[in-house]
């Protein structure tokens, strides 16, 4: 006790202030903010009494293990003033969707905390990755880079209820997840899909993105982004939000076309086939000839018309005039329609898909 007191006064005789009139707190941000974590952030407080005015701020998830953390100094007229501090702090990935910062003085003597502010609790931006769909944009290609998705494809994903799947650039392709603490996510072992034959480009970018999510350990989110993480925690998967496309305001290109012979397949011919939608007219080229036909939309139900056609025969590309057929057929065949992100499909009465399409970039 003496030792206390002794302690006490020897701090108020050097210039310190009382331990009642010692204080650190944070300002900004404020309770139950949200923070981009892709971003530095910015903290202020103030304080008095500190140890030669220093300050670290602190980053925990909630269950207190730390996720980022750094030193800054008070500015203060004299050693035992009130006085202001500022920082900024960046989280490493993953990053939680909820995090709690805290501002403490360590103590001169063992580094420890000494003076702690209350905590602060954060909710990073995007804190759910269902009910979204994330079209990729990078991905962690052989040679190590991020490497971008080729321009003729999109690949996304959408997370419902445990269950995940998209299109992988030519296949769709399905499966159960799971998700726990610290933005923990797996993906099954074997990952469904169709078996559509792929250019060999883009066959090769597929079979790269199925390993990838087999590697994947943990996401995280920005406001409209989502990153996930091999077991390294190295990024290898960078997803953006899909802003939807409306039916008549882009032209749509072919991704696969029924075949009539209860299969839908992609060839490197496939691109050639596009159509616009406008005034209940549709229009665009077959593979080799322009055409066009009335349609009708009521709810998700759509009705397209003999198609009207010039007459040209194309010797080259090998098979386009058979893919060209296919695809008239196949828009005779429509009845329902589906819009999600850049991608449009086309199926029969039975729920059969007859064409799929993505948005025609310029």
């Known amino acids: 006790m003496k030792a206390f007191i002794l302690a006490i006064l020897i701090m108020s005789n050097s210039g310190y202030a009382a331990a009642s009139d010692r204080y650190i707190q944070i300002d900004t941000p404020s309770e139950n903010d949200s923070v981009d974590p892709a971003k530095a952030i910015p903290v202020s407080g ?9 300050v670290v701020v602190r980053i925990e998830d909630l269950e207190g293990r730390m996720l980022a953390q750094v030193a800054t100094t008070m500015r203060r007229d004299d050693i035992a003033a009130e006085g202001p501090w500022q920082t900024q702090i960046t989280l490493s990935n993953p990053v939680p969707a909820e995090i709690r910062l805290i501002a403490f003085s360590p103590s001169p003597k063992e580094g420890d905390t000494a003076i702690t502010s209350n905590p602060v609790l954060l909710k990073t931006t995007g804190s759910g990755l269902e009910n979204i769909d994330w079209k990729l944009q990078r991905y ?31 296949n769709r392709y399905f499966g159960p997840y799971t998700t726990g603490e610290n933005n923990r996510l797996t993906f099954a072992p074997e990952i469904g899909s169709t078996q559509m034959a792929c250019p060999p480009a883009i066959a090769r970018q597929e079979q790269r993105y199925f390993a990838l999510l087999s590697l994947v350990s943990a996401w995280q989110r920005g ?27 882009s032209l749509w290109q072919a991704t696969g076309i029924n075949n009539g012979r209860g299969g839908v397949v992609s060839s490197k011919t496939t691109h050639l086939a596009t159509a616009s ?5 549709i229009a665009g080229n077959a593979g080799c000839n322009n055409f066009t036909a009335s349609y009708d939309i009521k709810g998700n139900h759509i009705t397209i018309g003999r198609a009207v056609t010039t007459r040209k025969h194309c010797a080259e590309p090998n098979g386009i005039m058979e893919q060209e057929q296919q695809y008239l057929q196949a828009l005779a065949r429509a009845r329902t329609y589906m819009l999600k992100a850049d991608r449009l499909e086309l199926r ?15």
């Open 46 to 54: 103030s304080g008095k009494g500190l140890f030669e005015g220093n």
């Open 140 to 170: 962690l290609g052989e040679s190590g880079e991020m490497t971008l998705v080729l321009p003729e494809t999109t690949v996304d994903v959408q997370f419902s209820n445990g269950q995940f799947g998209g299109g992988a650039g030519c």
């Open 223 to 249: 406001a409209d982004s989502l990153l996930l993480f091999g077991n390294d925690r190295q990024a290898i998967l960078k997803y953006a939000v899909a802003k939807p496309a409306g039916l008549d305001d």
């Open 277 to 281: 939608f406008a005034n209940n007219k």
């Open 348 to 362: 029969d009465e039975h729920g059969s898909l007859q064409v799929s399409y993505r948005v025609q970039e310029n």
